[in-house]
């Protein structure tokens, strides 16, 4: 699927580097588009209504009127309000995770024996200080890019990634959005093909 024109006034066109985080306030209307530059990378994401932080996304809710547990073109991104997000209006991957929660320094220690790593966690928590939130707005993310099976017998996988160099999400702000984007630092397991890489961000204002 070839990456669609940006039709408007770009706002911000940022690489984010490997392992890095990035957050800003999408204002209602505006587009952001998350571009997996290499292919395999996943892209864990946290989204608040801006106006009201404590309404912020739902990943149950989300997936009980979407119908689905994989995010895809279509889908709306709910909060605890029922509050719409964000619509993904565009999508070339197919399916996003938003069961398999984010990474932290304690959960690589436990699950791979590995000493302090970087991690989701961490770079959630280092945006969410800019808006004055902190860890008790943490809640069930997605991961944009990130494949997570699950069996007829409920067991759950991690990867590996189907994403391909250059494919995209767009998402169109339903309300003013505080965005967090943490480019996951996984190297423990095939969610980024243990190599993680650069993304690229673009926020823009359509016509």
């Known amino acids: 699927m070839a990456m669609p024109p940006i039709d408007g006034t770009i706002i911000e066109d940022t690489v984010v580097p490997a392992r890095a985080p990035w957050s800003r306030v999408v204002r209602k209307g505006e587009m952001l588009r998350i571009i997996d530059l290499e ?17 912020r996304y739902n990943a149950a809710d ?10 895809g073109k279509g889908t709306v991104l709910y909060t605890d309000r029922q509050s719409k997000l964000f619509t993904i209006v565009e999508d070339s991957c197919g399916k996003h995770d938003t069961i398999g929660g984010c990474c932290s320094a304690e959960i690589n220690t436990l699950r791979y024996g ?3 790593q970087p991690n989701c966690r ?14 008790k707005d943490i809640v069930a993310n997605v991961n944009f890019f990130m494949f997570v099976p ?11 990634s189907i994403s391909k160099p250059g494919d ?8 003013n959005v505080l965005a967090i984007i943490s480019n996951c630092p996984q190297i423990n397991n095939p969610v980024n093909d243990f190599n993680p890489t650069p993304i690229r961000v673009v926020v823009w204002q359509p016509r």
Do not use: S
């Not at 292919?39 to 209504?49: E, H, I, M, P, T």
């Not at 995209?168 to 309300?175: F, G, T």
């Open 62 to 71: 989300t997936m009980k009127l979407g119908g689905t547990i994989f995010l």
């Open 114 to 116: 590995v000493p302090w």
């Open 168 to 175: 995209h999400v767009d998402l169109r702000a339903e309300i």
């Open 122 to 135: 961490d770079n959630f928590l280092g945006e969410l200080r800019k808006f004055g939130l902190g860890k």
């Open 150 to 160: 699950v069996g007829e017998n409920g067991a759950m996988g991690m990867g590996p």
């Open 39 to 55: 292919g395999k990378q996943a892209v864990d994401f946290l989204c608040y209504n801006a106006d009201d932080p404590e309404d």
